[in-house]
């Protein structure tokens, strides 16, 4: 079967058109200092320095849809240094159903890698991200 040139190229073209006016909905867990009203975060990194005292940091969690639930959980893992996850804790918070992104306050202790995880109260996977905190 022959593909005439003419062919090939409007078919690239329409993918191409397509892919770009599409965007990618995802959902996404990211650490800042801050949040706005709008929900956009505020000096957002994937590093935070504390003191030894400890240090608190903001957690948003955006989606491309409503919650649908009154509860989430935030499970806090600790990794080692071979890359290994050990339970840390579970931070549990309290949604609006119809809400697409919120935040929560965490507070940290001990510098070194974290992993969280967020789960709705049905235990369905939402977001997760990796933090380093280290002490200034």
């Given at each position: 079967?022959?593909i005439n040139?003419r062919?090939?190229l409007?078919?690239?073209?329409f993918?191409?058109?397509?892919?770009i006016s599409?965007p990618?909905?995802s959902?996404s867990?990211?650490?800042?200092?801050d949040?706005?009203?709008?929900?956009?975060p505020?000096s957002?990194s994937s590093?935070?320095?504390?003191?030894?005292k400890?240090g608190?940091l903001?957690?948003?969690?955006s989606?491309?849809?409503r919650?649908?639930t009154?509860?989430?959980n935030?499970?806090?893992y600790?990794?080692?240094?071979?890359?290994?996850?050990?339970?840390?804790?579970?931070?549990?918070?309290?949604?609006?159903p119809?809400?697409?992104?919120f935040w929560k306050e965490?507070t940290?202790y001990d510098e070194?890698r974290?992993?969280?995880n967020?789960?709705?109260?049905?235990k369905?996977?939402?977001a997760s991200?990796q933090?380093?905190?280290?002490?200034?």
């Amino acid at each position: 079967m022959k593909i005439n040139n003419r062919n090939f190229l409007f078919c690239a073209v329409f993918v191409i058109c397509f892919v770009i006016s599409n965007p990618v909905l995802s959902q996404s867990l990211q650490f800042c200092e801050d949040v706005s009203k709008d929900g956009v975060p505020i000096s957002a990194s994937s590093v935070f320095n504390i003191s030894t005292k400890g240090g608190y940091l903001k957690c948003l969690t955006s989606l491309p849809y409503r919650i649908g639930t009154s509860s989430v959980n935030y499970e806090v893992y600790k990794i080692d240094s071979d890359g290994n996850e050990t339970y840390d804790n579970t931070i549990y918070q309290e949604v609006d159903p119809s809400w697409t992104w919120f935040w929560k306050e965490i507070t940290f202790y001990d510098e070194g890698r974290y992993n969280i995880n967020v789960y709705d109260s049905e235990k369905n996977f939402l977001a997760s991200a990796q933090i380093r905190i280290q002490y200034y």
